[in-house]
C-alpha cells in the first residue's frame, strides 16, 4: 500500500508569511496526526483528526495554527503568520486502530 | 498526560558491541510502547512495539523490555552495524490515541 505522503518536503519563509503544509493518510486510515520536532527535541503532539473531526487539539501552539481535514481524506495545517519559533519538521502519521502510527517524510519549515 | 524521558541523547558503539536506549513513562494507564527508528533524510519507522502483558520482545537483532513496575523500557540492540545508525525515539500509549514520544537518541556504529 501506498504509505503516508506529505507535501512541500521544505519550506522557507520569511516571519509574517503563511505556509500551508500537506498531508495525505494511508488509504483507509480515519486516524490522522499532526507533530512537530524542532532539533535535537520529542516528536512533539500536535493535533489528533478522527475522520474529518479534530479528537484532540490540546498540542497545538496557539490560534496561528489551523489544521483542517475536509472530507475526511487528506489534512492541511496552516500557520499564520509564521513566527521564527515555528520552524521544525512537520510530521504527519496515520493509523487505522489506535496503536501503530505510520509516517510521512515530515516537511522540514524554516521561518526566516 | 503522559510524558517520556528518554537517555541517552547520543550514543556511539563499535560495529559489533550492544547498544541499550532507555525510557521511562509517566502515566501507569500507558500499554503500547512502540520504537522507531529514523535514518537521515527519512521519515520515522516502527521497528518493534511491546504491549503491558508481556516484559519482553525479540526480533533478531533487537529487543525490548517492560518494567511496568518501574515504568520504563528499553530498548537493545545486538551485533550493532553502520546501518543500524540513527535516531531512535520510544513512545508510549494508553491506547486512547495519546501517543507521547522521547526526545530521541542518535546511534553511531563506528565501522
Known amino acids: 500500500e501506498a504509505g503516508v505522503t506529505q507535501f512541500p518536503s521544505h519550506s522557507v519563509i520569511e516571519k509574517g508569511q503563511t505556509v500551508t503544509l500537506r498531508c495525505d493518510p494511508i488509504s483507509g486510515h480515519d486516524n490522522l496526526y499532526w507533530y512537530r520536532r524542532v532539533m535535537g527535541k520529542e516528536i512533539k503532539f500536535l493535533l489528533h483528526?478522527?475522520?474529518?473531526?479534530?479528537?484532540?487539539e490540546s498540542g497545538m501552539p496557539n490560534n496561528r495554527f489551523l489544521a483542517e481535514r475536509t472530507g475526511g481524506t487528506y489534512s492541511t495545517l496552516k500557520v499564520q503568520p509564521a513566527e521564527l519559533e515555528d520552524s521544525g519538521v512537520y510530521f504527519c502519521?496515520?493509523?487505522?486502530?489506535?496503536?501503530?502510527?505510520?509516517f510521512g517524510p515530515g516537511t522540514r519549515l524554516t521561518v526566516l | 498526560g503522559e510524558n517520556v524521558e528518554q537517555h541517552p541523547s547520543t550514543l556511539s558503539v563499535q560495529e559489533g558491541d550492544s547498544a541499550v536506549i532507555k525510557c521511562t513513562y509517566s502515566?501507569?494507564?500507558?500499554?503500547?510502547f512502540p520504537w522507531y527508528k529514523q535514518e537521515l533524510g527519512k521519515r520515522p519507522q516502527l521497528i518493534i512495539d511491546i504491549r503491558s502483558n508481556v516484559g519482553e520482545k525479540k526480533d533478531q537483532r533487537i529487543a525490548v523490555t517492560l518494567n511496568k513496575t518501574a515504568k520504563h523500557f528499553s530498548l537493545h540492540i545486538t551485533e550493532t552495524q553502520p546501518e543500524d545508525s540513527a535516531v531512535y525515539f520510544c513512545a508510549a500509549s494508553t491506547g486512547r490515541n495519546d501517543m507521547r514520544f522521547g526526545a530521541g537518541t542518535r546511534l553511531t556504529v563506528k565501522p
Open positions: 502519521a496515520s493509523s487505522r486502530t489506535h496503536d501503530t502510527q505510520y
Open positions: 502515566d501507569s494507564a500507558s500499554n503500547y
Open positions: 483528526f478522527v475522520k474529518e473531526s479534530k479528537q484532540d
